[in-house]
Nanobody
């Protein structure tokens, strides 16, 4: 399975970005799709994920600002990020879980939010 992320960049505080992650190469159903992030010197942490039944799960620090959604026809998951803050600066990684719990990670996309 290949995951191609896009949509990162440099923005000012208060701006919006939309990240995309397109999955290809899997003959199996995709169960959970999600986004994680890792800031310099910190551990990778969950931002949000969404199940095949469209149940969503958000980290407290993004509730009300970020929205995760998926397009199963395109095997793509999106993360709409609004009201960005400097502390949102990190590398954002896409994660996909297919059958039997097999997990794949994208290479990451940099999001930088200036004050």
């Amino acid at each position: 399975v290949q995951l191609v992320e896009s949509g990162g960049g440099l923005v000012q505080a208060g701006a919006s970005l939309r990240l995309s992650c397109a999955a290809s190469g899997s003959a199996f159903s995709i169960n959970v799709m999600g986004w994680y992030r890792q800031a310099p010197g910190k551990q990778r942490e969950l931002v949000a994920d969404i199940s095949s039944g469209l149940r969503t799960n958000y980290a407290d620090f993004v509730k009300g600002r970020f929205t995760i959604f998926r397009d199963d026809a395109k095997n793509t998951v999106y993360l709409q990020m609004n009201s960005l803050k400097p502390e949102d600066t990190a590398v954002y990684y896409c994660k996909v879980v297919i059958s039997w719990g097999i997990t794949y990670w994208g290479l990451g996309t940099q999001v930088t939010v200036s004050a």
